[in-house]
């Protein structure tokens, strides 16, 4: 799933399963630098069970986009919708 990221998604740079998207607001001091998971409303800290092919869509929000999280989506959010 992190490699699809890394392909699929404009300005994410992937190592291992750290994610981080280019061109975030100011990093928050208690999320560190990685975005906010989402898979099907449900908050995750990682995407290493998800497999690429029972993805139906994955969406990035940055920047002001991502206020809606609040201080969790200061690094931008992942939102990621699986196939029934």
Do not use: C, F, H
Request: glycine share 12%.
């Amino acid at each position: 799933m992190y490699q699809l990221i890394g392909a699929e998604v404009p300005g994410a740079q992937v190592s291992g399963t750290t994610i981080r998207l280019r061109g975030n607001a100011i990093n928050s001091v208690n999320s560190g630098q990685e975005p906010l998971l989402i898979v099907d409303g449900t908050v995750v800290g990682s995407l290493e069970y998800i497999l690429p092919r029972e993805v139906a869509s994955v969406r990035v929000i940055r920047d002001e986009n991502a206020s809606i999280y609040g201080a969790r989506g200061a690094n931008g959010v992942i939102v990621i919708k699986m196939k029934n």
